[in-house]
């Protein structure tokens, strides 16, 4: 697919890969250069305090298995299976 470089260096991603990759107006978009290529790559950006809580979550969750009072699974499968059970 080709697209051409407009003024204010903008360019349209063709419809077909919009809709492959299931973008959507307002998503971000991180643009760099690899080997002499211009990559574009789909990001989700979360709040720093999203981030903190999920780390303090497993931070605790941590100190639960150590300690032996949290469930530890081999696999998913595994869990899904107990998980079923109640």
Do not use: W
Request: glycine share 4%; hydrophobic share 40%.
């Amino acid at each position: 697919m080709i697209t051409e470089l407009r003024a204010k260096s903008q360019v349209t991603i063709p419809k077909e890969l919009v809709k492959k990759l299931g973008l959507t107006k307002g998503d971000k978009l991180s643009f760099f250069e690899q080997d002499g290529m211009i990559c574009i790559l789909p990001v989700v950006i979360y709040p720093k305090n999203y981030i903190n809580d999920l780390r303090n979550e497993l931070e605790v969750t941590k100190a639960k298995i150590a300690a032996g009072n949290h469930s530890v699974f081999d696999s998913v499968d595994a869990l899904f299976t107990k998980l079923e059970e109640h």
